[in-house]
């Protein structure tokens, strides 16, 4: 059974930062991508970074420059280290993996930054 659990999110000013965690389990997690989207009240939800089983990543725009994807295989977890948090950045945050052709999703971690 696939598990993504997801931790870190919280209250944070402008300008600062949190790093997300994602422990999975029941996969084989060191050939899996991972993906952390988001979801703003109202809005759709939106892929903001990726990464692979060999370590390349990729970021929506709206991120770049300011939040990092990693990975350690050893422990299961993926993280999203974000820093210079901005208003728009507040959402609930959830991990993803696809295995074939069946999405999983954590349930989701808060992150609130305030104008």
């Known amino acids: 059974q696939v598990q993504l659990v997801e931790s870190g999110g919280g209250l944070v000013q402008p300008g600062g930062f949190l790093r997300l965690s994602c422990k999975a389990s029941?996969?084989?997690?060191?050939?899996?991508?991972m993906r952390w989207y988001r979801q703003a009240p109202g809005k759709q939800r939106e892929l903001v970074a990726g990464?692979?089983?060999?370590?390349?990543?990729n970021y929506a725009d709206s991120v770049k420059g300011r939040f990092t994807i990693s990975r350690d295989n050893a422990k299961n977890t993926v993280y999203l280290q974000m820093n210079s948090l901005k208003p728009e950045d507040t959402a609930v945050y959830y991990c993803?993996?696809?295995?074939?052709?069946?999405?999983?999703w954590g349930q989701g971690t808060q992150v609130t930054v305030p104008s």
């Open positions: 990464i692979i089983s060999d370590g390349r990543t």
């Open positions: 993803n993996t696809k295995v074939w052709i069946t999405d999983y």
């Open positions: 029941g996969i084989s997690f060191s050939i899996q991508a």
